[in-house]
């Protein structure tokens, strides 16, 4: 069963673009605060704060190994929330409406 603050978490981390552009640079690997930083015209300061908001939604996991923050994409509340959608998909298509 899916939590409904962890959905809400997870639906206000994707709300913004930067956080998803976050997400899709992490698809193909690991990668430290300043590698996610590099594409944009934000400081680093911003984009440390974007990761904040997907790390309190568990969209990503924090590394840390030595001076060096690495972060990872967890698919997990992805995947509670497409379930989410799937079940509400579900719900409408078989016509009920209680």
Do not use: C
């Not at 911003?46 to 690495?70: D, I, M, T």
């Not at 967890?74 to 079940?87: C, F, G, H, I, Y």
């Amino acid at each position: 069963m899916v939590e409904y603050g962890a959905l809400d978490d997870t639906f206000k981390a994707l709300s913004d673009a930067t956080r998803r552009a976050i997400l899709n640079q992490l698809m193909s690997g690991p990668a430290r605060i300043g590698e996610l930083a590099a594409p944009y015209r934000i400081s680093l300061n911003a984009v440390s704060k974007h990761v904040r908001v997907l790390e309190q939604a568990k969209l990503v996991k924090r590394e840390v190994r030595g001076r060096e923050h690495w972060i990872r994409f967890n698919e997990t509340p992805l995947r509670d929330a497409r379930t989410w959608a799937d079940s509400m998909l579900k719900f409408r298509a078989s016509g009920r409406t209680d």
